[in-house]
């Protein structure tokens, strides 16, 4: 009988289908996609720029600061997918989108637990921290798909570990071209490479025979990763972050985690909970999984962005080492408790073998997707208190013309709702440069020199939050003048005398 | 041998549980404990001291507080220092250490300042070496966690009294440690007099009874017999008294809630640098990334598993660090000396052949000594020690003073006594700096956030960002000339607004006046 034929006779999902449509439901309706990051909307006006000219652009056309530099498109194939699924419906799309990648990598994680020798209820508990930790991160950004792709490719390089299985070797390199085209974070994947290389390359290594067809991967991944607009280019575009220091401590999602937060807390959880179980379990870790532990623990504390991969490459070792820590206990207090959890565990994997049809999941991830895309409304929508939605509705009735300086985080928006108004600056602030940035804080922060850099970019008008410092100078400048003002956003206007 | 290598085959019992005597081999060398001391002190009193002065001020208002109460003989209960909670009810929970403090200014200026600091922060690295030795470590692996120690000590080490809490903090394993490994009484006979003494030199006590309480459950999960159930009732009778000891303070039991209150404060934990997350982008945060990268690398390659306990103490501690950078201090001082149990055996044993990796439970640890030890190992550590105390404190030392490139020295110089007359609204760095240096000038604020409270705090910063009604902060508390960094944005405000006038701006201090020609007031200037 066919996979596809059983699967309709076992009408129960598994627990890897029921852990994906948590993701997915939990994307959809639990968490606000559009609450405070406005990049998306830059991304989707770059793929609605490709859709509609069928070019891929290789200089800015949207800032009136940097308008015909030349830039990498690293992402142009993520940005022609969320700009297909705003065309499609709108930012509801984008938020199925999100949502069913986000899900992916969480069923991803779950079956790579699996393949680790771990029950069902261990790696249920492991894909949910996974799945909570990606969260951290969750906004509708080509992020998702290093995630995702980053989860496949350690389940097929587990799997090759595992089975000896060449396919999935093989599969590693069609994907690493695609991943390239889609997201600078691919240099996860050649991570990944290495780790397994290393691991196999180790002296009195039990996987010495996986060295050279793991070196031969590496080598083809490495040619499939030039197979995007760009070339080489993508490369020295995606190291040249390690180096833009000023930007990186700039930038929010790129500084160190603040644990007095929810998903710091979150974090420090799960760092707790990884080094708990690697001081007291019965045995000591392994290579790969001490290396991408560690190596996912530093990238995380580094920077919270890399949280999302601390869940997906670190968490799911934490099932094996929970083992490790339940033999110990077997003879223990703690014995019973440990050997009903195996004992559980192990009918769970009896079950699972019975009832491990996908069809019903699919069927409920389509009803969830209908009922979000009937029910979404303001739900997928950017936030009116996070930004300017009613300043920008005003705009035409205050007729400006001439150069804007706007707030960073809104520069994504202003590009999605009003395409006609090139920015100053916006969230892509690797393309616009140290120098820039600079000069945007030192406007908004009111730095000495600050009001007489509105001439030198020639702004004609201004749209920033009434907190700021720039606002409560411009209030006292008498070369602008307030033209709106609500409790978002004001604008102003410059003076001009004769 | 000069000392006994310590194996889980090493009998718990033998006779003397501290030092065993070592044969004095190459005696003329220093001994290690004397050469951390002086490293230590080296560090402390060498690059350490000017950045004791040049990245914080408040060990001006605690010398300011301590000469207070060295003159007045009293223990001031509110507040005498700034004009905008003048009167107002404070907790003296550091009185002590600003006492010793303030004596220490007056014996030698901040050079006797820095000295006492100094020695303080050498105390919590013997301390974390001495308590490394006896959790099993092997000298050399000792000396290695004394300086990783000490390397993440001095990112905190600053003249302040939080250098007690970390020096009794270790001082009170090296007590219950000992007291695990050999059941002796006299071990834990003083920790509540500790506790009295911790409890009105800083607020950092807590940590102390966390930690006898972690003691205390180890000993109810450690079994049962006539030997652990007197250590059991012992620890709990001992926690009991440190409790009241903690309560033995000029604010009695009320020190609790006001250690609830400030610590339970979001805004307080969120806008305080010190209390905010680690910088791993930061040179020192690099070094804290690598110390938590070891620890997990020994954690999961050593041949033993940790006993609970220690696991307890060291994930505690870097937890409470990785929430607060300040507690750094305490995770070097109390969590890493732990990873000796594990250092020394890292290397041998459970191979992927036998995976199995046993316990080491505490009371299972042979005595050891902490050194190769004799008279004369330490003499020249001592010469050391010594000839570096009077090189920073003697006649021609002119070290200890506040950095004029972080703090408005000049600024404070050059301002007339009209110029510098009513109200002041200061940077909050500069408040301890500005009751040190002039001690007639209230301050708007200083570092001492706990006391000034949020909604001044709010207020301060409203007023120095620039933010909306930033000038009516500055007229509610009838400000009439503002000491703040050039760059603050509030100074381009004073700048465009017609009620106030540059006085001085010399690059790192900018001071604005009102104008006293025009209205005061915020009516009128925002159209």
């Known amino acids: 009988m066919s996979p596809v034929k059983d699967s309709f006779r076992r009408p129960f999902p598994t627990p890897g289908t029921v852990v994906s449509a948590v993701a997915l439901a939990w994307a959809l309706f639990g968490i606000h996609l559009f609450h405070i990051d406005g990049d998306v909307g830059r991304h989707i006006r770059v793929g609605r720029h490709i859709l509609s000219t069928g070019e891929i652009p290789r200089s800015d056309i949207f800032s009136h600061t940097m308008l015909g530099e030349p830039f990498v498109p690293f992402e142009w194939l993520s940005e022609v997918c969320f700009a297909a699924a705003d065309r499609i419906a709108g930012l509801t799309g984008v938020a199925v989108l999100s949502a069913l990648l986000f899900a992916a990598t969480s069923l991803v994680v779950y079956s790579l637990v699996r393949r680790l020798g771990v029950g069902p209820l261990l790696a249920s508990m492991a894909a949910a921290l996974s799945m909570v930790l990606q969260a951290v991160h969750l906004l509708p950004r080509p992020h998702l798909f290093t995630t995702l792709f980053a989860a496949v490719f350690l389940m097929l390089l587990e799997t090759y570990r595992i089975r000896r299985s060449v396919v999935a070797l093989g599969v590693l390199i069609p994907i690493m071209a695609l991943w390239t085209n889609l997201h600078g974070g691919f240099l996860v994947g050649f991570v990944l490479l290495a780790v397994y290389s290393l691991d196999a390359w180790r002296p009195g290594s039990a996987v010495a025979a996986n060295r050279i067809p793991l070196v031969l991967t590496a080598a083809a991944c490495l040619i499939a990763s030039f197979l995007n607009p760009a070339g080489f280019g993508v490369w020295t575009h995606s190291l040249s972050y390690f180096g833009m220091d000023f930007l990186v401590d700039q930038t929010n999602e790129y500084q160190s985690p603040d644990f007095h937060q929810l998903h710091g807390k979150v974090f420090l959880v799960s760092i707790l909970i990884g080094l708990s179980l690697l001081g007291s379990g019965i045995s000591r870790a392994g290579f790969r999984d001490l290396t991408l532990f560690l190596g996912w623990l530093a990238a995380g504390l580094m920077s919270a962005r890399n949280i999302p991969l601390f869940g997906v490459l670190a968490v799911p070792w934490f099932a094996p080492w929970v083992k490790s820590v339940l033999a110990l206990s077997r003879d223990g207090p703690l014995g019973p408790a440990a050997t009903r959890i195996e004992e559980f565990d192990s009918r769970m994997e009896k079950v699972e073998a019975q009832i491990s049809g996908f069809i019903p999941t699919v069927v409920l991830a389509l009803i969830l997707i209908v009922f979000a895309a009937r029910s979404g409304g303001d739900r997928y929508a950017f936030e009116p208190e996070s930004f300017p939605v009613r300043a920008v509705a005003a705009l035409d009735e205050l007729s400006l013309s001439g150069n804007v300086f706007n707030e960073m985080p809104w520069g994504g928006y202003l590009l999605y709702t009003r395409p006609d108004i090139p920015v100053f600056i916006d969230g892509q602030t690797d393309f616009y440069g140290e120098d820039l940035s600079r000069d945007y804080l030192r406007i908004r922060h009111l730095s000495p020199g600050g009001l007489d850099l509105l001439d030198d970019y020639e702004v004609d008008w201004i749209l920033t939050p009434p907190t700021v410092p720039l606002s409560q100078g411009l209030s006292l400048d008498s070369r602008w003048r307030l033209e709106y003002e609500d409790a978002v956003a004001q604008v102003y206007a410059r003076v001009f005398t004769e | ?527």
């Open chain 2, 1 to 527: 041998m000069p000392w006994r290598k310590c194996t889980p085959e090493s009998s718990p019992n033998d006779d003397d549980p501290g030092l065993i005597p070592a044969r004095h081999w190459l005696p003329a060398l220093p001994s290690p404990s004397g050469f951390l001391v002086f490293l230590a002190l080296l560090v402390a009193l060498g690059p350490g001291l000017p950045r004791m002065f040049s990245s914080d001020g408040d060990v001006g208002r605690h010398i300011r507080v301590g000469a207070g109460i060295l003159s007045e003989r009293e223990i001031p209960t509110a507040d005498s220092l700034s004009h905008t909670r003048y009167g107002s009810q404070w907790i003296p929970k550091e009185w002590l250490s600003q006492a010793v403090l303030a004596e220490s200014d007056r014996l030698n200026g901040l050079s006797g300042v820095a000295t006492l600091a100094a020695f303080l922060f050498a105390v919590s690295v013997l301390v974390t070496y001495v308590n490394a030795t006896l959790l099993g470590g092997s000298i050399g692996v000792a000396v290695g966690l004394a300086a990783t120690s000490m390397l993440l000590q001095v990112v905190h080490l600053l003249a302040r009294p939080h250098l007690v809490t970390t020096a009794l903090a270790s001082i009170l394993l090296l007590l219950l440690v000992q007291y695990r490994r050999t059941a002796r009484s006299r071990w834990v006979l003083f920790i509540p007099a500790l506790f009295v003494v911790w409890a009105n030199s800083h607020g950092g006590f807590p940590v102390g009874l966390a930690l006898l309480t972690l003691f205390c459950f180890d000993t109810w999960l450690g079994g049962r017999g006539p030997d652990i159930r007197r250590q059991q009732w012992t620890l709990i009778v001992v926690l009991a008294l440190a409790i009241v000891a903690t309560m033995v303070n000029p604010a009695g039991p009320a020190i609790w809630s006001h250690l609830a209150a400030h610590l339970g404060n979001e805004f307080f934990m969120g806008v305080t640098e010190e209390f905010q997350s680690p910088d791993f982008h930061a040179p020192w945060g690099r070094l804290l990334l690598a110390v938590i990268l070891g620890t997990a690398l020994i954690l999961g390659t050593s041949a033993r598993r940790l006993p609970w306990l220690g696991l307890a103490t060291l994930l505690g501690t870097l937890a409470a660090t990785l929430v607060s950078a300040r507690h750094i201090t305490l995770f070097a001082a109390v969590g890493l000396p732990w990873l000796a149990l594990l250092g020394t055996y890292a290397s041998s044993g459970g191979t992927e052949a036998h995976p199995e990796r046993p316990d080491w439970p505490l009371h299972t640890l042979a005595p050891r000594s902490p050194e190769i030890s004799s008279a004369t190992s330490h003499v020249l550590p001592l010469i050391a020690c010594g000839l570096l105390v009077l090189a920073v404190n003697g006649p021609f030392a002119t070290r200890g003073r506040f950095d004029s490139a972080t703090f408005p020295v000049q600024a404070l110089r050059e301002l007339s006594a009209s110029e510098k007359a009513g109200a002041v609204f200061n940077e909050m760095e500069w408040g301890g700096y500005l009751l040190y240096a002039q001690p007639d000038i209230p301050v708007f604020i200083d570092g001492h956030a706990d006391f000034f409270g949020e909604d001044l705090a709010r207020e301060y910063l409203t007023a120095r960002t620039g933010g909306s009604g930033w000038e009516e902060v500055l007229d509610r508390y009838q400000v009439q000339w503002t000491l703040t960094r050039s760059e603050a944005p509030m100074n381009q405000l004073l700048g465009l607004s017609e009620d106030w006038q540059l006085v001085l701006d010399d690059g790192l201090a900018a001071v604005y006046r009102r104008d006293d020609g025009n209205r005061t007031g915020s009516e009128g200037l925002i159209p």
